[in-house]
C-alpha cells in the first residue's frame, strides 16, 4: 500500500558528524588545490559519548565520485551502531556544490526499523522521502526554503573551501532549520587522551559545535549534539585508508 502526504511536520535527521586526526596517517592523501586536501579511501572512526559514557561506534567513508542512477556523484557513507541503534547512511552528493541529491538510510532504533530513501528537489524546494517499515511503504514530500545541506557533505565541503581563521562565519542550512556557524577561538582541546590545537565552530542553535584540528587536512576532532535526539558527543579514534 502506498499513500502519498504533502507537508509532512518531522523530517528526522541524523545530525553531524564525523572527525579526526591522527598524527600518522594510515593513507596517502592527495593535496588539492586550495592546499587542503581528502581523497576517496578515507576512513574516519569515533566514538559515541553521551553523559561521559560510550554508548557506541561510528565511522564515515569518503568513497569519491561513483556512478548513481546514471549520474556521477560524491558518495560518502555514515554507519553508527549502539546500544538500541543502528544507523547506516548512504549518501550521494552534486560533485561541484556537495548539495545532498539521494539519500538512503537503513535504520533501527529501539527496534523501530525502517528504510528511507530522501531524494532532493533543490530548484522545486522540497524533498520526497519514500519509507519502508513492517511492508508497508509511504511516500512523503517535505517542503524546504532553498537549497538545503546534509551535514557530511558540509562538512567535507568546508574543509575544501572553507575559511579557518577566527572571526569566520557561515550558514548550514539543513531541512528542518537554519544553523548559523561561526568559528569563535582558536584553543587546545583534549579527545581521548590527545591534545589538539582546534578551531572550535559554534552553532546557533547551540546544540551544533564542532573542533576542526589545525592541519592541513582540517579534521573535525569533535562534534556535540549528533544522532538527533540521542544527542551524542562524536570523539576522534583513528583514520585509516580503505579500498572503494
Known sequence: MISFKRLVPVLS?????FALHTHSYLYAHQE???????SAGERILYNLEKFGVNVGKASIEFHGTVQKESRSLVYIRFLADGLNFYDEEKIYLDPETYL??????????????????EEYFHSQDYI????H???????QEFPVKGPVENLYGFIYRYRREGAFEVGAETRMNLPTQDVFLSI???EPLKVNDHVYE??????????VRVWFEDSQNKFP?????????????MTFISVEKFTP
Open 13 to 17: 535527521i541524523l545530525a553531524l558528524q
Open 32 to 38: 588539492g588545490p586550495d592546499g587542503k586536501s581528502f
Open 100 to 117: 545532498p541529491q539521494i539519500v538512503e538510510r537503513d535504520v533501527d532504533i529501539f527496534g523501530k526499523k525502517e528504510k528511507i530513501r
Open 128 to 131: 520526497q522521502i519514500t519509507k
Open 133 to 139: 517499515s513492517k511492508g508497508d511503504v509511504t511516500r
Open 184 to 186: 569563535v577561538a582558536k
Open 198 to 207: 582546534t578551531y572550535f565552530f559554534k552553532g546557533q542553535p547551540k546544540r
Open 221 to 233: 576532532v569533535r562534534i556535540d549534539g549528533t544522532l538527533g535526539l540521542l544527542k551524542a558527543k
